[in-house]
């Protein structure tokens, strides 16, 4: 087993910082630190970080910048006394990296400078590097609120992918193209449970529309409720429709309709969508009248799509309408996330997280593959 005990379940607590505007981002640095046994502040403003730095010390701290210095300049400038006392390492992360800002933040006490997205076990590095410089006053630190990180009041759902593998910062960067290019539909393929939804409500929130996101899954349903849902009906249309409804294409309007395994549509449905996606209009079940529509179509399947449109079940023309694919890893392609996704469960049901010594899969994803040939459980 490895002498260094930084990722080890016995290694003491310390307390690390969080500043960002950006959320995702935020929840993603939180997951990976809180699994490297740190206790984790978060705040989003400089006035929350003010507040805060009149209550607290912290061991390490990251700044995420999206433009230019000024949220790290003002960290640093509050973090003098601290970083001149070597209690304090700080960490400057940005979307936009340049010369002069790396520099400038250099000057100004910053331990790195780096690029985001980066790997969890770069993120722990730096971590575990304040750690060791601070390591005489994390007795003392801890003391304060040791149990404040197993609060679960304000752990919700995630609402992006949780992961900072390789695959899933590929997937990000998926997302981040095809949500900014609004005029094409987009097919999600994966297998099932990795997460095809939670990706097209990411493409949603990213791309600015104003509409609402509406989801519906092809294959719960059969042919003429499904046609019901998706297109509305008209008064009388069929026995029961004793009112106009409207379907959930006219609804998404300005938004997002999410068409959940689209392969296991009907041949008719199928065809359907394909003149929906080419013409741009619906008609409602028992309706002469075509209604434009304005919802952006993502679709998604867990099926082998050549093999699909091979055997006739799915529809090669409607396939190229959704001309934009972005593919889910599965969990196996990116294990080093598994520390992530077992802090995040963790801390929702409001337990501790704890990676046990025989969990060598997890030691693996957080070290790296050529620090596990030397481990032994």
């Known amino acids: 087993m490895r002498d260094d005990n930084s990722y080890n379940s016995e290694s003491p607590l310390a307390r690390a910082l969080i500043i960002s505007p950006d959320q995702k981002v935020s929840m993603i640095l939180e997951l990976i630190l809180s699994n490297g046994r740190w206790e984790v502040d978060t705040c989003e403003r400089l006035s929350d970080f003010e507040r805060l730095a009149n209550e607290r010390v912290w061991s390490f701290v990251i700044v995420v910048e999206k433009a230019g210095c000024d949220l790290s300049q003002n960290a640093l400038g509050r973090l003098q006394s601290e970083i001149k006392e070597e209690r304090t390492q700080v960490v400057v992360l940005t979307h936009t990296p340049s010369a002069s800002e ?7 006490g910053a331990t790195d400078y780096c690029s985001w997205p980066m790997m969890p076990s770069e993120v722990l590095e730096f971590a575990d590097r304040a750690r060791r410089q ?20 304000n752990v919700s759902e995630p609402r992006v992918m949780i992961g900072g593998s390789r695959p899933m910062l590929q997937l990000s960067r998926e997302i981040f193209r095809v949500a900014h290019d609004q005029n094409h539909a987009v097919f999600i393929i994966g297998e099932t449970g990795t997460g095809k939804e939670v990706v097209a409500r990411q493409i949603h929130e990213m791309s600015g529309r104003t509409g609402p996101f509406r989801a519906i899954n092809c294959a719960a349903m059969i042919e003429n409720l ?15 429709a004793y009112a106009m409804k409207k379907g959930l294409w006219e609804e998404a309007a300005q938004g997002t309709i999410f068409l959940d395994e689209i392969t296991e549509a009907s041949p008719s449905i199928q065809s359907k969508l ?11 079940v028992g309706s002469n009248h075509d209604i434009k529509v304005t919802a952006r179509a993502i679709a998604a399947s867990n099926r082998n799509i050549e093999k699909a449109i091979k055997e006739g079940s799915f529809r090669e023309d409607l396939f190229y309408r959704l001309n934009q694919v972005v593919r889910v890893p599965p969990l196996r392609e990116r294990v080093e996330d598994i520390p992530l996704l077992a802090a995040y469960f963790c801390r929702r049901s409001g337990k501790r997280t704890i990676i046990h010594r025989k969990r060598w899969i997890c030691f693996a994803a957080i070290t790296g593959p050529e620090m596990c040939a030397n481990w032994r459980a």
């Not at 499904?226 to 029961?240: C, M, N, Q, R, V």
């Open 274 to 284: 394909l003149r929906v996606l080419q013409e741009g209009t619906i008609r409602r």
């Open 226 to 240: 499904i046609e019901s849902e998706l297109f509305g009906h008209e008064k009388g249309a069929f026995t029961g």
């Open 102 to 108: 790396a520099m400038f933040c250099f000057k100004h």
């Open 134 to 153: 601070t390591r005489n006053e994390i007795d003392d630190l801890i003391q304060n609120d040791a149990d404040s990180i197993l609060s679960n009041e």
